[in-house]
T-cell receptor
């Protein structure tokens, strides 16, 4: 079975600083996609960024970027210039060929300190 | 464009009662997913549909749970009879297609409390 692991239940960062959230996954497949979702207190799940496994270049969306290490099966999220609105639960997820569904990690709660 | 719409947003019911959760996917999306989120188990996929047809219901916990998608713009998740352990946030998500690269867009969720 495929698994996604987020080893940091909680993280905190000072406003305007940079923070990195970790995620590892386990799959024997070669074709898959990786996602980071944000869940603010409203509980809405919001897509932050996605990465195709076949692409070597790391995805970037404004202040959000990933460090995708395929051999290590690692997919970390870097948030630059942290803002108060970034405070939320962050979920890493993997979509795996054959399963055709998302497998989520346990989440990391990110706190932004003003 | 409206996102995924779920109703009700909150539901409180008593054990043994029937609960029906509703979802309207994004127009044009042909895949729909039902998830459950709890503190203990995190986010779990319960069932998903493609073109109104259930594709994988292996995540449905037991026979008390059922889901339908009578048309492309509406789906229900029913729990009958409900139990306190069903208390959770239930999310509906939709995507354009079922392929890996299609992003799933989530609704706001229904917070269910079974007393």
């Amino acid at each position: 079975a495929q698994t996604v692991t987020q080893s940091q239940p909680e993280m905190s960062v000072q406003e305007a600083e940079t923070v990195t959230l970790s995620c590892t996954y386990d799959t024997s497949e070669s074709d898959y996609y990786l996602f980071w979702y944000k869940q603010p207190p409203s509980r809405q799940m919001i897509l932050v960024i996605r990465q195709e496994a076949y692409k070597q270049q790391n995805a970037t969306e404004n202040r959000f970027s990933v460090n995708f290490q395929k051999a290590a099966k690692s997919f970390s999220l870097k948030i630059s210039d942290s803002q108060l609105g970034d405070a939320a639960m962050y979920f890493c997820a993997c979509s795996i060929q054959g399963a055709q569904k998302l497998v989520f990690g346990q989440g990391t709660r990110l706190t932004i300190n003003p | 464009d409206a996102g995924v719409i779920q109703s009700p947003r909150h539901e409180v019911t008593e054990m043994g009662q029937e609960v029906t959760l509703r979802c309207k996917p994004i127009s044009g999306h042909n895949s729909l997913f039902w998830y459950r989120q709890t503190m203990m188990r995190g986010l779990e996929l319960l069932i998903y549909f493609n073109n109104n047809v259930p594709i994988d219901d292996s995540g449905m916990p037991e026979d008390r749970f059922s889901a339908k998608m009578p048309n492309a713009s509406f789906s229900t998740l029913k729990i009958q009879p409900s139990e306190p352990r069903d208390s959770a946030v239930y999310f509906c998500a939709s995507s354009f297609g079922i392929n890996l690269q299609e992003t799933q867009y989530f609704g706001p969720g229904t917070r269910l409390l079974v007393l």
